[in-house]
């Protein structure tokens, strides 16, 4: 019994071991896709198009129901030191540095990610992909690059947009349940906020776009089972890509606090 444990075991870490290994190429695969010739940007905007435009109006609901909520917590929580008047650089500050890319970033890629999945896993269960490949075309060249450009330049546009949403969200807030006038707050944002906590929020949202287009294409990729495997790998994606935002979150910002 101990030993078909351990047999389990040293299955399951050399699978994992193995799908590491497999992300990690098809990410410098994917990499070298982008940068190599000819180079298709019909494709890349369609696909801009798809995860940008079509997620805007959700990531900005979130976004200013985000700001409203911190700024009501915020007024309630400071009114006990005296300082509920700086609500704004409160509210601007955990949008632009953390909620702002991290929520985005989640929303995007549980819409795109697992769209991006069941694309390619419908694609790899019915042939078309090794139909490509006997036809002579790359499939990472034709599938995965544009994704993860595509992704890589429109999830910090889709950030900035979300950024301002929520600050005018909190903004409402503010107004409401404080004796504040517009002025005043936007004076407080932009004191709160400096070139270097715009830029790491936007900085993390980069690398957030890479791990989405990535995850959801690796498990694409790698469907089995026709539809039911479609399924699974969808859901699959969505978690993994959850999952590795958080983790990479983490590491971001103390990287980016370290510079």
Same mark, same amino acid.
Request: aromatic content about 10%.
């Given at each position: 019994m101990v030993k078909k444990a351990f047999i389990a075991i040293d299955n399951r870490a050399r699978q994992v071991f193995l799908s590491v290994g497999t992300i990690f190429f098809l990410a410098l695969r994917g990499l070298q896709g982008i940068f190599t010739r000819p180079f298709d940007f019909g494709l890349v905007m369609q696909e801009a198009e798809n995860i940008g435009t079509k997620? +805007? +109006?959700?990531?900005? /609901? /979130?976004? /200013? #129901?985000?700001?409203m909520v911190l700024a009501l917590q915020a007024v309630h929580s400071m009114k006990r030191y005296g300082a509920e008047l700086y609500v704004g650089a409160l509210v601007s500050l955990s949008l632009v540095r953390e909620l702002g890319p991290v929520l985005s970033a989640i929303m995007v890629g549980g819409r795109v990610g697992s769209g991006i999945a069941a694309e390619i896993g419908s694609m790899q269960v019915t042939e078309q992909i090794d139909a490509m490949r006997a036809l002579g075309a790359n499939p990472i060249k034709k599938l995965v690059a544009p994704r993860m450009l595509a992704a890589m330049i429109v999830l910090p546009l889709l950030t900035v947009s979300a950024d301002v949403v *929520? /600050? #005018?969200? &909190?903004?409402?807030? %503010?107004?409401?349940?404080?004796p504040m006038d517009v002025h005043f707050y936007l004076n407080t944002v932009w004191w709160a906020i400096t070139i270097g906590d715009f830029l790491s929020g936007i900085g993390k949202t980069v690398f957030f776009g890479f791990l989405i287009a990535l #995850?959801?294409? !690796? !498990? &694409?990729?790698?469907?089995?089972?026709? @539809? @039911?495997?479609? *399924? $699974?790998?969808?859901? $699959? %994606?969505?978690v993994t890509i959850s999952i590795a935002i958080l983790i990479s979150d983490f590491f971001l910002t103390k990287l980016f606090l370290i510079f």
């Open positions: 997620s +805007l +109006l959700l990531v900005n /609901i /979130i976004a /200013i #129901f985000t700001g *929520g /600050i #005018f969200g &909190g903004l409402v807030v %503010a107004l409401a349940e404080l #995850f959801g294409c !690796y !498990y &694409g990729l790698h469907t089995e089972g026709g @539809t @039911t495997g479609v *399924g $699974r790998s969808t859901t $699959r %994606a969505v």
